[in-house]
Nanobody, 116 residues
Framework: QVQLVESGGGLVEPGESLRLSCAVL?????????MSWYRQIPDKRRELVAT???????DYADSLKGRFTISRDNAKGILLLEMNNLKPEDTGVYYC?????????WGQGTQVTVSS
């Protein structure tokens, strides 16, 4: 069974940066058609943050373009999300998602809190 394990969340002040990681365990990241980061902000529906295809094409939520960067390291089996200039409204639980054809998996999430 494929497992996705997120890490890197924490408490930061506005304007600071964080790097989130998603390790693909018991599976091959190279087999994933696309991988994505989602986030669950309090009182809001889970929303797509960014996605990256197996070919390296990326897409971002319009409001996050320029601040967040998604990438994958196939050799290490890790999906990354670089988050810069964090804002209080970025606070929430960030989830890793992977798709391989018609199969999909979710991680357990990592908490990101942006507060002064």
């Amino acid at each position: 069974q494929v497992q996705l394990v997120e890490s890197g969340g924490g408490l930061v002040e506005p304007g600071e940066s964080l790097r989130l990681s998603c390790a693909v365990l018991a599976g091959k990241i190279s087999a994933m058609t696309r991988m994505s980061w989602y986030r669950q902000i309090p009182d809001k529906r889970r929303e797509l943050v960014a996605t990256i295809t197996s070919g390296g094409d990326t897409d971002y939520a319009d409001s996050l373009k320029g601040r967040f960067t998604i990438s994958r390291d196939n050799a290490k089996g890790i999906l990354l999300l670089e988050m810069n200039n964090l804002k209080p409204e970025d606070t929430g639980v960030y989830y890793c998602n992977a798709l391989a054809g018609d199969l999909g998996w979710w991680g357990q999430g990592t908490q990101v809190t942006v507060s002064s």
